[in-house]
Structures are given as structure tokens and as C-alpha cells.
């Protein structure tokens, strides 16, 4: 009984993520531009040095946890696919890769600004020169990202050919990247999660060889 009712869930939840790509488009888009002004507002706030600073670099932080989950979910579909487990909910993250990783993408931008970068430029704090290493890792992440996200259109995908497939492979690189930034920092549900993807993707990659 609650098995159907599950499987009706998910069966409505894949019908309607079929069926209304305009609209969840055009959520993506309004999601795209609340994470900019968060991005833009959380910035002046941390410049100014306003009584929401703090609250702004929490907003940072939390983008990050939701870029790492972000980043889960796209990779999701691919394990699974690569073991033959075929789950519908996850067929529909297949439907919205790009935009799933175009949102991976801002949420990331907008957790580096917010939590080191904007206030390191404008205000001189934590200097580069005593940068822990977690940081260093969380930039080379956030560095491959930004090629990921430009060649997110189909432009990019027509011109590049065999060679945008390459430059997205960098995507397994990214995780590793995350997650010893997030694990030299502390052991967290955000690292085991990202540690937990890291291993299923090289476990399914071996499976699906052999
Ligand atoms: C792909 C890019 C990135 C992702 C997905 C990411 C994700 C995360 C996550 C999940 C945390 C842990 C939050 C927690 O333990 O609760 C974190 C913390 C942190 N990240 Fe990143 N990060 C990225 C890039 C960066 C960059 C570029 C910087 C700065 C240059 C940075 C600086 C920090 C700092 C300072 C913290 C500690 C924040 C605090 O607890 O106060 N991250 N990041």
C-alpha cells in the first residue's frame, strides 16, 4: 500500500517534470537571480560592514552546503545509471542536468565571495599569504567550475564536439577537489556526502569497465 503510494509520487513527479520544462526553465531562471542578488546584496553588506554582514557570510556558507548537494544530485543519475540501477526520480535530474549544474555553479560563486573572496579584496582581510590549504582546494574547484559553467549552452556543446565532453569530465576532478576542501576543514554531512559520491563515482567507473 505505502509502496503504491510512493510509486505514484514519484510517477506524478516524473509526469510533470516531463511535461513542464517551460516552467521549471523559468524556475531555474528566477532561482538563477536570487542567488546573483544574494550574491550582489550579501557583497555591499559585507563591504559596508553593516549589522547584516555576518548574516550575509552565513548566507555564503549555507551556498556552499547547497552547491556540494547541488553537485550530489547531478552525479547521482550517472552512479546509479552506471551500476543499471534505473530510478525514475533521478531521470528527471537527467532532464535538468545543465541547469542543475549551471545552479552548482552560482551557488558555488556566490559561497566563495560571500565567505573570503569579497572581503579579501575589499576590506584586505584574510590575506593570501595565510590561506589555509582547505581554501586553495575550494579555489581550483571553484576555477574548473567557471569552464564548466561557460560551456553550459548548446553553442559551447556544437563547437567544442568530442572535446566539450573532455573538458566536462573535469566534473570528477571538481569532487575529489571539494571534498578535501570541505574535510581538512571538519567532518561534516557535507564532507561525508561529497566523500560518499567521490567513492561511488570511481566504484562505478570500475564496475561499468569490468
Ligand atoms: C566549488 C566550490 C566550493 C564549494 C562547493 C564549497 C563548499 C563548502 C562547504 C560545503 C563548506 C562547509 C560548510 C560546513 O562545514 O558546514 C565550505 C566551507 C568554507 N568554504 Fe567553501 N566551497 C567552495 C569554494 C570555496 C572558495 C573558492 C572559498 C574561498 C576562497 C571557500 C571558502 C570556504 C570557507 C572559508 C569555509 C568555512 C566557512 C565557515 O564555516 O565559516 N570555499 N565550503
Given at each position: 500500500m505505502k509502496g503504491d503510494m510512493v510509486r505514484d509520487l514519484q510517477e506524478?513527479?516524473?509526469?510533470?517534470a516531463a511535461k513542464e520544462k517551460r516552467i521549471i526553465y523559468r524556475l531555474f531562471y528566477l532561482a538563477y537571480i536570487i542567488i546573483?542578488?544574494?550574491?550582489?546584496?550579501?557583497?555591499?553588506?559585507?563591504?559596508?560592514?553593516?549589522p547584516n554582514a555576518s548574516f550575509a557570510y552565513n548566507l555564503g556558507v549555507w551556498s556552499g552546503r547547497a552547491a556540494v548537494t547541488m553537485l550530489a544530485v547531478v552525479l547521482i543519475p550517472g552512479i546509479l545509471g552506471r551500476f543499471g540501477i534505473q530510478i525514475k526520480v533521478t531521470r528527471?535530474?537527467?532532464?535538468?542536468?545543465?541547469?542543475?549544474?549551471?545552479?552548482?555553479?552560482l551557488l558555488s560563486f556566490t559561497h566563495g565571495m560571500l565567505v573570503r573572496i569579497v572581503a579579501r579584496i575589499a576590506l584586505g582581510w584574510y590575506p593570501i599569504s595565510r590561506?589555509?590549504?582547505?581554501?586553495?582546494?575550494?579555489?581550483?574547484?571553484?576555477?574548473l567550475l567557471f569552464f564548466l559553467f561557460i560551456t553550459s549552452?548548446?553553442?559551447?556543446?556544437?563547437?567544442?564536439?568530442?572535446?566539450?565532453?573532455?573538458?566536462h569530465?573535469?566534473?570528477?576532478?571538481?569532487?575529489?577537489?571539494i571534498l578535501f576542501h570541505t574535510i581538512l576543514q571538519r567532518v561534516s554531512v557535507w564532507s561525508v556526502m561529497i566523500s560518499a559520491?567521490?567513492?561511488?563515482?570511481?566504484?562505478?567507473?570500475?564496475?561499468s569497465k569490468y
Open positions: 506524478k513527479f516524473f509526469q510533470i546573483f542578488w544574494v550574491f550582489v546584496w550579501g557583497s555591499l553588506e559585507i563591504i559596508r560592514q553593516t528527471v535530474f537527467t532532464f535538468y542536468r545543465r541547469q542543475l549544474g549551471i545552479t552548482t555553479f590561506a589555509p590549504l582547505f581554501e586553495l582546494f575550494g579555489s581550483l574547484a571553484l576555477s549552452n548548446d553553442w559551447s556543446v556544437g563547437r567544442l564536439g568530442l572535446w566539450w565532453k573532455r573538458l569530465r573535469f566534473v570528477y576532478v571538481i569532487v575529489w577537489l559520491v567521490a567513492m561511488l563515482e570511481v566504484v562505478s567507473l570500475i564496475y
